[in-house]
T-cell receptor, first 113, second 110 residues
């Protein structure tokens, strides 16, 4: 099993450009989440989903859109990139329930210039 | 709202012990602990559930005080491999919403 796969691993964008960070998991997990990691800020939740067709905002949703059309995929869209969105982005998935561990992808390092 | 971790950083010598604390202003159903090595993804350590017992494996254990909405991670007889950033994650009333603290950087020296 591949687990959680994020693409791309690295990306440089110009201010105002749009792009989609891809996240796919092959564990049939209902729960999926996107986090951004900045120095000293820890992992901050952007958006999360508890199943296909169901998404909700996390702590820092502004500037990001998500959709969940299948159980396997949870893409994160930046409509108009800003330098403040320079960060490392992690996607995570886990099975339903409160006693299930989260599996993380390897991250996408995004730089907006 | 993110849970609050303390301390922000810890420096140890091999064999010393450490405690990392995590507190939340919300009623919690579960607390997760993860460790992240530099340049890598976070990796699961353990989960503590409301009403559950203290957990542990090897020399790493954790407790969960439901009344105070606090959890502590205990690392005993630290090893070089324990170095990394430790995150607590909390889940309250919103299922599927796992929120992490700002992390505690643990450095173990020979």
């Amino acid at each position: 099993n591949a687990g959680v796969t994020q693409t791309p691993k690295f990306q440089v964008l110009k201010t105002g450009q749009s792009m989609t960070l891809q996240c796919a998991q092959d564990m049939n997990h209902e729960y999926m989440s996107w986090y951004r990691q900045d120095p000293g800020m820890g992992l901050r939740l952007i958006h999360y989903s508890v199943g296909a067709g169901i998404t909700d905002q996390g702590e820092v949703p502004n500037g990001y859109n998500v959709s969940r059309s299948t159980t396997e995929d949870f893409p994160l869209r930046l409509l108009s990139a800003a330098p403040s969105q320079t960060s490392v982005y992690f996607c995570a998935s886990r099975a339903p329930g409160q006693d299930t561990e989260a599996f993380f992808g390897q991250g996408t390092r995004l730089t907006v210039v | 709202q993110q849970p609050v971790q303390s301390p922000q950083a810890v420096i140890l010598r091999e064999g010393e012990d450490a405690v990392i604390n995590c507190s939340s202003s919300k009623a919690l159903y579960s607390v997760h602990w993860y460790r992240q090595k530099h340049g890598e993804a976070p990796v699961f350590l353990m989960i503590l559930l409301k009403g559950g017992e203290q957990k542990g494996h090897d020399k790493i254990s954790a407790s969960f005080n439901e009344k105070k909405q606090q959890s502590s991670l205990y690392l005993t007889a630290s090893q070089l491999s324990y170095s990394g950033t430790y995150f607590c994650g909390t889940e309250s009333t919103s299922y599927g919403k796992l929120t992490f603290g700002q992390g505690t950087i643990l450095t173990v020296h020979p």
